[in-house]
Structures are given as C-alpha cells and as structure tokens.
C-alpha cells in the first residue's frame, strides 16, 4: 500500500467524520445528503468545510478537557450519540 493510498483514505474517513456530524446537528438532513452536498463542492471548500469541522471537534475537546476525565468520558459520548 502506498503513502498516496493511505492519505486518501484518511481523508475519506474524515469526510465520512464530518459529513456525519454535520447531519447529525442540521435539522432535516442526513447522512448521503450531507455527504453528497460535500462531495459537489469544490476542492477548496471540500477541505474548508472537512478541516472546519474537525477543527470545531478538537476545539470541543478541548473545552471538555478542563472538566477531566468525566468531562472527556461526556464529549466521547456526546460524539458517538450524534454519529450513531
């Protein structure tokens, strides 16, 4: 398996990420739609929209790290519920 191979997976997943927590907070919309309204943008906004998102999640961890373990066991769970 090759470098190139294994960044495009990775970028695949995060857009798999992103797409599924983006659905789960807009009321109305789901999963394929959110995905596919990513996958129609262009490459630039692709990555905006992608790296935005999991910026705002690692900020979000952040934020639930001041509050220790509970804190970090609440944001996991919290992530999970809304992906699933």
Do not use: Y
């Amino acid at each position: 398996m090759q470098l190139n191979d294994i960044g495009q997976q990775v970028w695949s997943r995060c857009c798999d990420v992103s797409a599924a927590l983006i659905a789960a907070l807009w009321p109305g919309r789901d999963f394929p739609e959110v995905s596919a309204w990513i996958d129609r943008a262009s490459p630039p906004t692709q990555r905006g929209i992608v790296l935005g998102t999991l910026l705002g999640l690692f900020l979000a961890s952040l934020a639930a790290a001041q509050f220790g373990l509970i804190g970090m066991c609440l944001f996991w769970m919290l992530v999970i519920w809304l992906i699933r």
